[in-house]
Protein backbone atom coordinates (compact mmCIF):
# COMPACT_ATOMS: atom_id res chain seq x y z
CA UNK A 1 0.00 0.00 0.00
CA UNK A 2 1.47 3.55 -0.67
CA UNK A 3 2.18 5.70 2.08
CA UNK A 4 0.17 8.50 2.67
CA UNK A 5 1.44 12.04 2.19
CA UNK A 6 1.84 13.85 5.23
CA UNK A 7 -1.14 16.59 6.13
CA UNK A 8 -3.25 13.75 3.59
CA UNK A 9 -5.93 14.09 6.63
CA UNK A 10 -6.27 17.51 6.49
CA UNK A 11 -9.28 18.90 4.16
CA UNK A 12 -8.75 23.21 4.03
CA UNK A 13 -5.68 25.22 3.50
CA UNK A 14 -6.18 26.83 7.07
CA UNK A 15 -5.92 23.57 8.88
CA UNK A 16 -2.77 23.33 6.77
CA UNK A 17 -1.30 26.26 7.91
CA UNK A 18 -2.01 25.58 11.56
CA UNK A 19 0.10 22.37 11.27
CA UNK A 20 3.04 24.31 9.36
CA UNK A 21 3.05 26.67 12.25
CA UNK A 22 2.87 23.55 14.90
CA UNK A 23 5.98 22.48 13.21
CA UNK A 24 7.72 25.66 13.30
CA UNK A 25 7.09 25.57 17.08
CA UNK A 26 8.29 21.88 17.49
CA UNK A 27 11.56 23.32 15.71
CA UNK A 28 12.07 26.36 17.39
CA UNK A 29 12.25 24.39 21.00
CA UNK A 30 14.22 21.46 19.57
CA UNK A 31 17.17 23.46 18.60
CA UNK A 32 16.55 25.82 22.24
CA UNK A 33 14.05 27.82 21.88
CA UNK A 34 15.41 30.11 18.87
CA UNK A 35 13.34 32.55 16.97
CA UNK A 36 12.22 30.74 14.00
CA UNK A 37 10.30 32.73 11.14
CA UNK A 38 8.84 30.47 8.16
CA UNK A 39 9.55 32.16 4.56
CA UNK A 40 7.96 29.46 2.69
CA UNK A 41 7.25 30.97 -1.29
CA UNK A 42 6.15 27.91 -3.31
CA UNK A 43 4.74 29.91 -5.95
CA UNK A 44 5.79 33.54 -4.91
CA UNK A 45 8.09 35.39 -6.28
CA UNK A 46 10.81 37.56 -3.99
CA UNK A 47 9.68 41.09 -4.75
CA UNK A 48 9.21 44.87 -3.17
CA UNK A 49 6.22 44.00 -1.37
CA UNK A 50 7.13 40.95 0.21
CA UNK A 51 9.97 42.60 1.76
CA UNK A 52 7.33 44.87 3.14
CA UNK A 53 5.07 42.36 4.54
CA UNK A 54 7.98 40.46 6.02
CA UNK A 55 9.04 43.67 7.54
CA UNK A 56 5.41 43.78 9.52
CA UNK A 57 6.02 40.61 10.77
CA UNK A 58 9.20 40.70 11.96
CA UNK A 59 8.14 44.30 13.95
CA UNK A 60 5.33 42.67 15.53
CA UNK A 61 6.27 39.48 16.45
CA UNK A 62 9.66 39.27 16.72
CA UNK A 63 11.15 42.80 18.29
CA UNK A 64 12.33 41.99 21.37
CA UNK A 65 15.10 39.02 22.31
CA UNK A 66 16.03 38.66 18.67
CA UNK A 67 19.95 38.63 18.42
CA UNK A 68 19.46 34.70 17.20
CA UNK A 69 17.00 34.38 14.15
CA UNK A 70 16.38 30.76 12.11
CA UNK A 71 14.72 31.24 8.36
CA UNK A 72 13.19 28.53 7.10
CA UNK A 73 13.35 29.21 3.41
CA UNK A 74 11.24 27.74 0.05
CA UNK A 75 11.56 29.77 -2.90
CA UNK A 76 12.22 29.68 -6.34
CA UNK A 77 13.72 33.30 -6.38
CA UNK A 78 12.58 36.81 -7.57
CA UNK A 79 14.04 40.18 -8.06
CA UNK A 80 18.16 40.42 -6.56
CA UNK A 81 17.50 44.04 -5.67
CA UNK A 82 14.95 43.08 -3.21
CA UNK A 83 16.25 40.09 -2.08
CA UNK A 84 19.26 41.57 -0.88
CA UNK A 85 17.05 44.61 0.92
CA UNK A 86 15.17 40.78 2.78
CA UNK A 87 18.97 39.57 3.56
CA UNK A 88 19.99 42.85 5.29
CA UNK A 89 16.62 43.21 6.99
CA UNK A 90 17.03 39.36 8.60
CA UNK A 91 20.44 40.43 10.07
CA UNK A 92 18.62 43.43 11.88
CA UNK A 93 16.45 40.32 13.69
CA UNK A 94 19.79 38.29 13.85
CA UNK A 95 22.22 40.21 14.96
CA UNK A 96 24.27 37.78 16.81
CA UNK A 97 23.18 34.88 14.89
CA UNK A 98 21.23 34.07 11.95
CA UNK A 99 21.15 30.81 10.26
CA UNK A 100 18.89 29.29 6.99
CA UNK A 101 16.96 26.12 7.08
CA UNK A 102 16.20 24.67 3.57
CA UNK A 103 14.25 21.93 3.38
CA UNK A 104 14.08 21.57 -0.40
CA UNK A 105 15.06 24.68 -3.02
CA UNK A 106 16.25 28.16 -2.39
CA UNK A 107 17.11 29.11 -6.12
CA UNK A 108 18.67 31.50 -7.76
CA UNK A 109 17.85 34.51 -5.95
CA UNK A 110 17.08 32.98 -2.92
CA UNK A 111 20.80 31.58 -2.67
CA UNK A 112 21.63 34.95 -2.31
CA UNK A 113 19.37 35.48 0.82
CA UNK A 114 20.44 32.20 2.33
CA UNK A 115 23.97 33.01 1.81
CA UNK A 116 23.45 36.31 4.39
CA UNK A 117 23.54 34.56 7.51
CA UNK A 118 26.24 32.74 9.44
CA UNK A 119 25.55 29.51 8.03
CA UNK A 120 22.91 27.07 6.12
CA UNK A 121 21.48 23.95 6.93
CA UNK A 122 19.87 21.76 4.52
CA UNK A 123 18.24 18.41 3.57
CA UNK A 124 19.77 16.17 1.85
CA UNK A 125 17.21 17.19 -0.89
CA UNK A 126 17.91 20.36 -0.70
CA UNK A 127 19.11 22.65 -3.22
CA UNK A 128 20.74 25.95 -4.10
CA UNK A 129 21.02 27.68 -7.48
CA UNK A 130 23.56 30.00 -9.81
CA UNK A 131 22.63 33.51 -9.72
CA UNK A 132 23.61 34.67 -13.14
CA UNK A 133 19.98 36.52 -13.33
CA UNK A 134 17.50 35.37 -15.76
CA UNK A 135 16.28 37.99 -17.83
CA UNK A 136 13.07 38.52 -19.90
CA UNK A 137 13.48 41.06 -22.72
CA UNK A 138 11.45 41.87 -26.09
CA UNK A 139 13.16 40.84 -29.28
CA UNK A 140 12.30 43.64 -31.85
CA UNK A 141 13.44 41.93 -34.85
CA UNK A 142 10.64 38.76 -33.81
CA UNK A 143 8.20 40.71 -32.14
CA UNK A 144 8.91 38.44 -29.34
CA UNK A 145 9.53 37.89 -25.07
CA UNK A 146 13.12 35.93 -25.10
CA UNK A 147 14.21 34.53 -21.67
CA UNK A 148 17.82 34.30 -21.20
CA UNK A 149 20.85 34.22 -19.09
CA UNK A 150 23.49 37.43 -19.55
CA UNK A 151 26.47 34.55 -19.48
CA UNK A 152 24.62 33.22 -22.89
CA UNK A 153 25.52 36.58 -24.51
CA UNK A 154 29.09 35.68 -24.43
CA UNK A 155 28.63 32.50 -25.64
CA UNK A 156 26.71 33.92 -28.17
CA UNK A 157 29.80 36.52 -29.60
CA UNK A 158 32.53 33.37 -28.73
CA UNK A 159 30.30 31.78 -31.67
CA UNK A 160 29.99 34.87 -33.85
CA UNK A 161 33.88 35.18 -33.66
CA UNK A 162 34.26 31.21 -34.67
CA UNK A 163 32.22 31.74 -37.34
CA UNK A 164 33.94 34.65 -38.82
CA UNK A 165 37.19 32.65 -38.11
CA UNK A 166 36.20 30.05 -39.65
CA UNK A 167 35.26 32.09 -42.91
CA UNK A 168 31.26 31.49 -42.46
CA UNK A 169 30.38 35.68 -42.81
CA UNK A 170 27.20 35.47 -44.16
CA UNK A 171 26.14 33.13 -40.73
CA UNK A 172 27.96 35.50 -38.40
CA UNK A 173 26.44 38.38 -40.06
CA UNK A 174 22.79 36.78 -39.40
CA UNK A 175 23.87 36.02 -35.91
CA UNK A 176 24.92 39.83 -35.53
CA UNK A 177 21.72 40.94 -36.56
CA UNK A 178 19.94 38.97 -34.29
CA UNK A 179 21.64 40.42 -31.04
CA UNK A 180 20.04 43.35 -28.83
CA UNK A 181 21.30 46.79 -28.68
CA UNK A 182 25.04 46.81 -27.64
CA UNK A 183 24.41 48.84 -25.02
CA UNK A 184 21.14 47.05 -23.77
CA UNK A 185 23.49 43.94 -24.05
CA UNK A 186 25.91 45.97 -21.89
CA UNK A 187 23.51 46.30 -19.28
CA UNK A 188 21.98 42.70 -18.96
CA UNK A 189 25.97 41.66 -18.31
CA UNK A 190 26.40 44.47 -15.93
CA UNK A 191 23.51 42.68 -13.75
CA UNK A 192 25.85 39.60 -13.37
CA UNK A 193 28.36 41.69 -12.01
CA UNK A 194 25.58 42.98 -9.73
CA UNK A 195 24.77 39.86 -8.42
CA UNK A 196 28.93 39.29 -7.47
CA UNK A 197 29.14 42.80 -5.72
CA UNK A 198 25.84 42.05 -3.74
CA UNK A 199 26.81 38.24 -2.85
CA UNK A 200 30.29 39.10 -1.98
CA UNK A 201 29.29 42.17 -0.03
CA UNK A 202 27.02 39.66 2.38
CA UNK A 203 29.66 36.88 2.32
CA UNK A 204 32.52 38.90 3.80
CA UNK A 205 30.66 40.25 5.88
CA UNK A 206 29.38 38.06 7.71
CA UNK A 207 29.65 33.72 7.26
CA UNK A 208 33.08 34.58 5.43
CA UNK A 209 34.44 37.80 7.35
CA UNK A 210 37.98 36.39 8.08
CA UNK A 211 38.41 34.86 4.32
CA UNK A 212 37.77 37.59 1.39
CA UNK A 213 39.25 35.59 -1.18
CA UNK A 214 37.36 32.77 -0.49
CA UNK A 215 33.95 34.91 -0.67
CA UNK A 216 35.11 36.54 -4.13
CA UNK A 217 35.57 32.84 -5.60
CA UNK A 218 32.43 31.82 -4.59
CA UNK A 219 30.96 34.85 -5.63
CA UNK A 220 32.36 33.86 -9.41
CA UNK A 221 31.07 30.26 -9.17
CA UNK A 222 27.84 31.30 -8.30
CA UNK A 223 27.55 34.09 -10.71
CA UNK A 224 29.67 32.63 -13.49
CA UNK A 225 31.04 29.21 -13.16
CA UNK A 226 27.90 26.53 -13.49
CA UNK A 227 26.53 25.69 -17.27
CA UNK A 228 23.10 26.44 -16.59
CA UNK A 229 20.59 28.43 -14.13
CA UNK A 230 18.66 24.87 -13.33
CA UNK A 231 22.24 23.69 -11.86
CA UNK A 232 21.63 21.69 -8.51
CA UNK A 233 23.76 22.69 -5.59
CA UNK A 234 22.91 19.97 -2.98
CA UNK A 235 24.94 20.71 0.66
CA UNK A 236 28.11 18.41 -0.74
CA UNK A 237 28.60 21.19 -3.90
CA UNK A 238 27.84 23.84 -1.15
CA UNK A 239 30.28 23.00 1.07
CA UNK A 240 33.18 22.37 -1.69
CA UNK A 241 32.74 25.67 -3.19
CA UNK A 242 33.41 27.25 0.61
CA UNK A 243 29.80 27.76 2.13
CA UNK A 244 29.46 27.03 5.73
CA UNK A 245 26.55 24.53 5.07
CA UNK A 246 25.42 21.59 7.30
CA UNK A 247 23.38 18.37 6.40
CA UNK A 248 20.11 17.99 8.62
CA UNK A 249 19.67 14.96 10.30
CA UNK A 250 17.51 13.51 13.32
CA UNK A 251 14.60 15.16 14.72
CA UNK A 252 15.17 18.30 13.00
CA UNK A 253 15.18 16.54 9.63
CA UNK A 254 11.79 14.79 10.50
CA UNK A 255 10.61 18.20 11.37
CA UNK A 256 11.68 20.27 8.07
CA UNK A 257 10.49 18.00 6.16
CA UNK A 258 7.26 17.56 7.08
CA UNK A 259 6.85 21.22 7.03
CA UNK A 260 8.19 20.47 3.36
CA UNK A 261 5.92 18.08 2.75
CA UNK A 262 2.55 20.06 4.36
CA UNK A 263 3.44 23.24 2.20
CA UNK A 264 3.18 20.98 -0.98
CA UNK A 265 -0.31 20.09 0.19
CA UNK A 266 -1.50 23.12 0.51
CA UNK A 267 -0.13 24.29 -2.60
CA UNK A 268 -1.97 21.61 -4.52
CA UNK A 269 -5.39 23.26 -2.45
CA UNK A 270 -4.62 26.13 -3.85
CA UNK A 271 -4.73 25.57 -7.15
CA UNK A 272 -7.49 23.04 -7.14
CA UNK A 273 -9.34 26.28 -5.70
CA UNK A 274 -8.24 28.63 -8.42
CA UNK A 275 -9.23 25.40 -10.46
CA UNK A 276 -12.79 26.03 -8.77
CA UNK A 277 -13.10 29.30 -9.21
CA UNK A 278 -12.10 29.39 -13.09
CA UNK A 279 -14.97 26.66 -13.76
CA UNK A 280 -17.39 28.41 -11.78
CA UNK A 281 -16.92 31.91 -13.90
CA UNK A 282 -16.89 29.75 -17.16
CA UNK A 283 -20.28 28.69 -16.56
CA UNK A 284 -21.16 31.69 -15.70
CA UNK A 285 -20.37 33.25 -18.99
CA UNK A 286 -23.28 33.91 -21.27
CA UNK A 287 -23.38 31.68 -24.51
CA UNK A 288 -23.10 34.55 -26.94
CA UNK A 289 -20.02 35.29 -25.29
CA UNK A 290 -18.66 31.92 -25.53
CA UNK A 291 -19.74 31.73 -28.84
CA UNK A 292 -16.90 34.82 -30.16
CA UNK A 293 -14.03 33.19 -27.89
CA UNK A 294 -11.62 31.26 -30.19
CA UNK A 295 -11.99 27.67 -31.09
CA UNK A 296 -8.36 26.79 -29.54
CA UNK A 297 -9.43 28.51 -26.39
CA UNK A 298 -12.67 26.92 -26.47
CA UNK A 299 -10.64 23.72 -26.75
CA UNK A 300 -8.80 24.58 -23.66
CA UNK A 301 -11.25 25.51 -21.47
CA UNK A 302 -13.13 22.04 -22.37
CA UNK A 303 -10.26 20.43 -21.34
CA UNK A 304 -9.50 22.13 -18.60
CA UNK A 305 -13.26 20.84 -16.98
CA UNK A 306 -12.65 17.46 -18.01
CA UNK A 307 -9.62 17.86 -15.77
CA UNK A 308 -10.34 15.75 -12.43
CA UNK A 309 -9.92 17.82 -9.39
CA UNK A 310 -7.70 16.98 -6.42
Known amino acids: MPKKEHGEKSTTITSIEKQIKDEIVKLSKLRGNTRCYPLLLTGVLIRDPLVDDVYDDLRT ?28 LFRRFGRKRLTFIVPRWAKSAATLLVCAGDNILMTPVAELGPLDPQITAMNPLEGRMEEFSPLHIESTLTLIREEYK ?22 FKKSLELGNQYLV ?20 QLTEGYADHTFCIDV ?64 GIEKEQRKPLR
Not at 169 to 184: H, I, M, N
Request: hydrophobic share 35%.
Open 61 to 88: AYADDTDCLEVVVDSGGGDIDATYNLAL
Open 166 to 187: NGHKDLADGLLKRLQFPLTLGS
Open 201 to 220: NLLSSRMLKDNIDLANSIGK
Open 236 to 299: QEAQRIGLKAEELGGKELDIIWDVHRLVRKKRELEQAQKKRELRKRIKELPPELLEKLPEDLLR
